[in-house]
């Protein structure tokens, strides 16, 4: 079965096919310590659409520096959210946008565990 | 049965222009976003620039707010994609910021989107198992 949704509860379906496919060839033990690194930096896509929902009351933006794309978070502080159009957008695409982010994260962790 | 290899080992190596395959039916594609940016791109080359000469695309503005952070910048863009930088930069700073920045996500997008291409023989994992 899939042995990563053991250890990190939560997964979505697009990112644990990801997942499973980058983490097939790990052993356990580097399994575990993947999983711990990569639980402690991914997004929840729920933070990102509460952040985007943000710049409809407060600051725009925020969702991309969470993501760490700061020049489009700073286009979107200086001009609010391109005048909400920007804002809207990733109301509609805050799941790819936490997917990008996470699957970079992945990428990351596979590299801090020697893979 | 040993699983067999999906992912080259390079493709992690920094640099490396081989791309992760193993997404199937889940796969994000990237292409709203890249078009929504050419899009945003594209409609100040038709702008004049000028006051009050277009159609304001301004949301805030439609819901009855009078100013809004981001105003001008459609203009400024115009005024960039006709040459006059000093005008650009006046009418709003951000002008040149905002093309550079769309332009770079969108070549970002591009990337990820053209390297992330699924190999149709190599889309095998728990959802789509080896026939």
């Given at each position: 079965m899939n042995r990563l949704m053991n250890v990190i509860p939560g997964l979505e379906a697009d990112e644990m096919v990801a997942l499973n496919n980058m983490t097939m060839d790990l052993t356990d033990e580097q399994l575990r310590m993947f999983a711990g690194i990569y639980?402690?930096?991914?997004?929840?896509?729920d933070t990102i659409l509460i952040c985007t929902i943000l710049g409809f009351v407060a600051v725009a933006g925020i969702q991309r520096f969470v993501i760490g794309q700061i020049g489009m978070g700073l286009l979107y502080?200086?001009?609010g959210g391109l005048c909400l159009i920007g804002?809207?957008?990733d109301l509609i695409n805050y799941k790819r946008l936490t997917f990008e982010y996470n699957h970079k994260v992945a990428m990351e962790a596979m590299v801090m565990v020697g893979r | 049965m040993k699983p067999r290899k999906l992912i080259p080992d390079d493709i992690l190596t920094p640099g490396s222009q081989k791309s992760f395959r193993g997404y199937t039916h889940f796969r994000h594609s990237y292409y709203p976003e890249i078009a929504i940016w050419t899009v945003a791109l594209i409609i100040p080359a038709f702008?004049?620039?000028?006051?009050e000469t277009h159609f304001s695309f301004c949301l805030f503005k439609h819901l009855g707010l009078t100013w809004c952070p981001g105003c001008g910048l459609g203009e400024?863009?115009?005024l960039l994609y006709r040459g006059e930088l000093a005008a650009s930069l006046s009418v709003h700073p951000l002008g040149i910021f905002a093309v550079i920045?769309?332009?770079n996500r969108i070549a970002v997008l591009l990337n990820k989107q053209i390297l992330t291409k699924p190999n149709q023989h190599?889309?095998?994992?728990?959802?789509?198992?080896?026939p």
């Open positions: 639980a402690g930096r991914r997004k929840t896509s502080l200086f001009t804002t809207i957008v | 702008i004049v620039p000028g006051p400024s863009i115009a920045i769309l332009l190599e889309q095998i994992n728990e959802c789509n198992p080896r």
